[in-house]
């Protein structure tokens, strides 16, 4: 045959076009595979559906081991916008029992979120019910892109403790920067124990990772789940509150506007805990959240303001036995040392009033009887003393702060929630700054010497320093959380801390407050069958009426409770302050109200003094 | 009758066992080999590709694999058929197999149901057939025989092409007719057969230039040069080197082509000139007046020194521009859904959800398998079925996961050494019938494998057509196996021929 050797050289042609093709794919495919990396994100994230478990929030619990917060399943309807594909939105929002207005108003909301991503699982509506709950995961296989988180919503079996207990709410931008834990969408502790808590109530979070194919539907777990993380559960708390004593005491401030705080002396446990007006936990639950929050801020009593930690609150004559006990420690009186009181201290032109009692008298009558004279005399004898040790009246007065300091004044005691007051005890400074160094004394500031003027404390530090008298000198931090699964509480909370003034000195301020009882002022408290020692408080302020405070505690011998109440402008301490702390007193320690005091329980839980503290209800 | 009785002795003679020996000793088992290994490693990819977490056995004929591996069976057995049948069979049968083959396709039109818009398969009870795919060595075999057919050279006269090419484009209408555009590409492929065998090689480099011209005009529209297109303006300048190089190759004296290169090259810096000091000439403007005294200059060049040849040059540039201008016209009045299948082919949009799906999951799939791959069974992307047709058409996906960087280089090589060895075999042949057929198998190899892989890692339009071997299915699988193991005949007789 004929064979043309010039054509035949073709086959080089060929042979070399299709070599140059395969070296080019070659090339291509060592691009796409070896040099690229971002394909194999891509394909992990067509199949991999990580989701997030969320953990068991830890209970709560009250010192009985009555259960307080629990959890409640809810359901979040979550979507991955890049996965969602055409489907029938009249008949998703019908399954929902949502409007398809609403539909459009919740997508948009979701792209204007500033945690938007296509790629990420995104909240599209909150706390489903269970029951369309159920709906749902019927039809979801018709949705691709659509999934259900589970999640933990809170539960209160007491409407009680709303300010002690807080609550929880979806994490913000800021809490998301503050701590890696959280993710949009997820839930934090918000005022409270929730809040201070929080690290250890929400536990670990755990993940699962779900194989989840072309068409969205989810075909298993990755390798049977051994990549998976079990979440951890939060740790369950204890705390000291007694919530029927919590709920007793709120009973009592209906209609009040104040706090009542009682400590187990020997602890430092807060039995109860009442700022007044409160709210029902229950109102920051779920999809009511928002709107309830709303009108809590906006409520003119601002409930949302603890009232016991965060008040501050001039503390009248319920600081007076801090006084007697600086004047004691100082060697200014001793248990004989009695001044004049002519229906109040007089000296010059200057005149602070006091009722009618026996003149002159030393300092238990004084405690007894609360005599405004006895104070000012003892507080001038400290401060003015030219040839006293101090040297001059600035030197006298910072030793009389660092008493009041020691005492747990001035500054916030350290308690285990968030938030804090530190009420305010001025120093010496303070004084010169407005007076001029120098250009003041005893008289000019007089009205400190009574617990009014420039000193304010809160509830709980007036409360504390009946703890250190029931004590006789001492006092452990006072804290809400008694204990914590599988934890020790912090070591604060276990301590005693000593104020700068000998123990001996506590016993005659402690017999002085047993005298208020028996025949002073705090006679309403005197019950039968227990000893119970008091001190009322009615402070002048600039809103109105008095405020009527008391501080008690009982037994006398080994206390078992410390109680501080304070109304705001209720009147005397006698008329709000006594009944309400003994009644709390009482019921804690018998465990009910004998039936001779059941008119005063009666009085109180009907009596309402919110209408002389001028704030308009809107 | 002539051809009967030497049929009739021919199956005597191969009844003796020595007969049957020589054929199985002179039968290529190099090209067998690689047929084995390319069926083998696409029944594996297969079950790879359909392997559900709620897996089967891979002998279950209800999967895909399991139907392939009977596939595979039935065409071993065919092609150990073909084997058996006398060499010359093919060669005296080929046009009446190739009109047979016409009818095929033509009834296929009016009696095949319509499966996705195409109407191409014909079913028989559990089994449908494309014969658009065993149309392939039919044509193969008609083609080999014109070329092979007494003192037949494709240059001797117009009516040689014209018959070539009617044997070439009559299928390609057939299956056309029956939306398979894909499968009615392929068979272009066999212009390489027709360059093998003479035709000029401008051919192929027109449609070189043809493509590359289409490509780069509709790729780079966005930005503008001189006041058109960049692309248009690229493409421009590429005409302006190619006339220079036609020039300098075909005239025998360099002159034409100095002066045409001067003269594009102070035009082109007076224009950048110009344009610095922002007095802006159009560019179609410059471009056609530029040109176009170019091409005059050589007019007059051409009266001159009668260098006829200088008009190849001349029309090869009046043509690119032309298509040029075509080409903008056709795709601005495209549809739009067309317009964007052409760019994501080109990778110009990337357009994950719709039209370039396909491309998207596949190139994910590929290029997630890294190296050494995500192992047999481990890939995610075909296992959850993101990557559509991927036991078919997509069926090199399976392997970029699942064996990586190390198993798509080796398919690639190995569709690359069994090309050469086909091409090898073509020119051993002895006979013009068996070159001609052999380069026609080539072609069609060549095709399907830069045409499918090419899409696959996208670097080609989106045509439908299977991975010879690695594809499921029984036409795609019979159809090779017809192409090759007639070409593995023809060889093994090749000395008998000789001998005869």
Not at chain 1, 319 to 348: M, R
Not at chain 2, 8 to 34: A, Y
């Amino acid at each position: 045959m004929r064979k043309d050797y010039n054509l035949e050289k073709r086959k080089y042609v060929i042979g070399g076009f299709i070599a140059i093709i395969a070296v080019i794919y070659v090339c291509r495919l060592f691009g796409l595979q070896i040099q690229d990396d971002k394909y194999k994100d891509y394909a992990d994230n067509n199949a991999f559906l990580r989701k997030t478990v969320y953990p068991s929030r830890g209970m709560i619990y009250d010192r009985n081991d009555s259960l307080v917060v629990y959890n409640q399943p809810a359901y979040d309807v979550m979507m991955i916008p890049r996965d969602v594909h055409d489907f029938d939105t009249i008949d998703f929002c019908r399954t929902l029992s949502i409007t398809p207005e609403e539909f459009d108003a919740r997508i948009s909301a979701m792209k204007n979120s500033a945690s938007y991503s296509s790629y990420t699982p995104q909240t599209l509506i909150t706390h489903l019910s269970a029951k369309d709950y159920g709906k749902l995961q019927e039809k979801l296989y018709r949705y691709p892109g659509f999934f259900i988180q589970k999640r933990i919503l809170r539960e209160y079996a007491y409407d009680a403790a709303a300010n002690v207990l807080g609550n929880i709410r979806e994490v913000s931008e800021s809490d998301i920067k503050r701590d890696d834990y959280y993710k949009a969408g997820d839930y934090c502790g918000d005022l409270g124990i929730e809040k201070s808590f929080d690290k250890f109530l929400r536990g670990i979070k755990g993940n699962e990772i779900l194989i989840r194919d072309a068409r969205g539907r989810i075909r298993g777990r990755f390798e049977d789940g051994a990549r998976d993380i079990a979440p951890v559960s939060g740790k369950d708390l204890k705390l000291s509150l007694d919530i029927k004593l919590q709920e007793y005491a709120e009973s009592l401030m209906v209609n009040k506007i104040g706090a009542v705080v009682a400590i187990e002396p020997a602890t430092g446990e807060i039995l109860a805990m009442v700022s007044s007006p409160t709210y029902s936990p229950k109102l920051l639950v779920g999809r009511e959240r928002g709107k309830n929050y709303r009108e809590l801020v906006n409520d003119h009593y601002k409930p949302l303001f603890d009232r016991a930690l965060m008040g501050a609150y001039p503390p009248g004559s319920t600081f007076k036995p801090s006084q007697g006990l600086i004047f004691l420690e100082e060697g200014i009186v001793n248990l004989s040392t009695a001044y004049p009181c002519y229906h109040g201290f007089i000296n010059g032109r200057l005149r602070v009033g006091c009722h009618g009692h026996g003149s002159p008298i030393p300092l238990k009558p004084a405690l007894q009887t609360s005599c405004n004279a006895y104070f000012c005399w003892g507080f001038k004898a400290m401060i003015d003393n030219k040839r006293s040790k101090y040297g001059n009246s600035a030197n006298a007065f910072e030793v009389w702060k660092k008493h009041l300091v020691s005492l747990g004044y001035g500054y916030p005691l350290g308690v285990d929630l968030p938030a804090e007051g530190r009420g305010f005890i001025p120093n010496a400074k303070f004084y010169n700054k407005i007076y001029g160094e120098n250009h003041w004394s005893a008289n000019t500031i007089i009205s400190v010497a009574i617990g009014q003027g420039e000193i304010l404390a809160t509830p709980l530090q007036i409360a504390n320093l009946c703890a250190t008298v029931a004590n006789r000198g001492w006092f452990i931090t006072p804290h809400v959380v008694k204990e914590i699964q599988d934890t020790v509480i912090d070591e604060q909370y276990r301590t005693q801390r000593h104020p700068t003034i000998s123990a001996e000195h506590f016993n005659d301020i402690a017999e002085g407050m047993r005298m208020a009882v028996t025949g002073g002022t705090c006679r309403l408290a005197n019950l039968p069958d227990i000893e119970v020692c008091g001190k009322t408080g009615t402070a002048q302020n600039p809103h109105g009426k008095d405020h009527s405070a008391f501080i008690g505690f009982a037994p006398y011998q080994n206390p078992r409770i410390a109680v501080c109440v304070y109304v705001e402008n209720a009147g005397f301490g006698a008329t709000y302050g006594v009944p309400i702390g003994s009644l709390v007193i009482e019921k804690y320690l018998k465990g009910y109200i004998s039936p001779e005091r059941k008119y005063l329980e009666e009085r109180m839980l009907n009596s309402n003094t919110i209408i002389y503290s001028g704030v308009k209800k809107h | 009758m002539e051809f009967g009785s030497s049929y009739m002795l021919n199956r005597k003679q191969r009844c003796t066992p020595e007969e049957g020996e020589s054929l199985f000793r002179h039968i290529d088992w190099f090209t067998v080999i690689l047929y084995l290994l390319l069926v083998t490693a696409g029944v594996i990819s297969i079950y790879a590709a359909s392997y559900d977490f709620d897996n089967a056995s891979i002998f279950s004929f209800n999967e895909f694999s399991g139907k392939q591996i009977r596939w595979i069976g039935l065409s071993l057995l065919l092609g150990l058929v073909l084997l058996i049948i006398d060499g010359r069979m093919y060669e005296t049968y080929a046009y009446p197999i190739y009109l047979g083959m016409l009818v095929l396709l033509t009834v296929t039109i009016f009696v095949a149901p319509d499966i996705k818009g195409s109407r191409s398969w014909l079913v028989f009870g559990p089994m449908s057939l494309q014969p658009a795919e065993f149309a392939k060595f039919a044509t193969a075999l008609a083609l080999a025989k014109l070329f092979s057919s007494y003192n037949f050279t494709l240059n001797s006269s117009a009516r040689n092409y014209l018959k070539a090419l009617l044997i070439i484009f009559i299928p390609i209408i057939l299956i056309l007719a029956q939306k398979e555009t894909g499968s009615a590409l392929a068979y272009l492929s066999l212009f390489f057969v027709l360059y093998r065998e003479g035709m000029s090689g401008l051919v192929l480099f027109a449609a070189f230039v043809a493509v590359v011209i289409f490509v780069v005009a509709i790729k780079y529209t966005s930005t503008l040069i001189l006041g058109i297109p960049s692309g248009e303006f690229t493409v421009m300048c590429m005409v302006m080197i190619l006339m220079v190089v036609m020039l300098a190759f075909y005239v025998r004296r360099l002159e034409p082509a100095r002066n045409v290169l001067l003269w594009f090259a102070a035009t082109g810096i007076i224009e950048a000139i110009l344009s610095n000091w922002n007095l802006h000439v159009n560019g179609y403007v410059y471009f056609l007046s530029v040109i176009g005294v170019a091409i005059i200059y050589c007019l007059f060049e051409m009266l001159r020194i009668k260098a006829r040849r200088l008009m190849v040059t001349l029309l090869t540039v009046v043509l690119s521009i032309g298509f040029l201008f075509s080409v903008n016209l056709v795709f601005s009045n495209m549809m739009p859904h067309q317009q964007k299948r052409i760019k994501v082919a080109l990778s110009i949009e990337d357009d994950p959800r719709d039209a370039g799906y396909n491309v998207n999951q596949s190139k994910i799939a590929i290029g997630s398998g890294g190296a050494v791959g995500k192992g047999f069974l481990k890939g995610t992307q075909t296992k959850l079925k993101y990557v559509p047709e991927q036991h078919t058409d997509f069926i090199f996906c399976t392997i970029g996961e699942e064996e990586g960087f190390l198993g798509t280089c080796a398919v690639v090589l190995l569709f690359l050494i069994l090309i050469l060895r086909i091409i090898t075999l073509a020119e051993r042949q002895p006979t013009v019938f068996g070159r001609v057929y052999a380069y026609c198998v080539a072609s069609y190899l060549i095709f399907h494998f830069c045409i499918n892989i090419g899409m696959v890692i996208g670097l080609c339009p989106v045509i439908g057509i299977p991975l010879p071997f690695f594809s499921y299915g029984g036409s795609s699988l019979w159809g090779f196996t017809f192409l090759l193991f007639i070409l593995l005949r023809i060889d093994a007789s090749r000395r008998s021929r000789h001998t005869m």
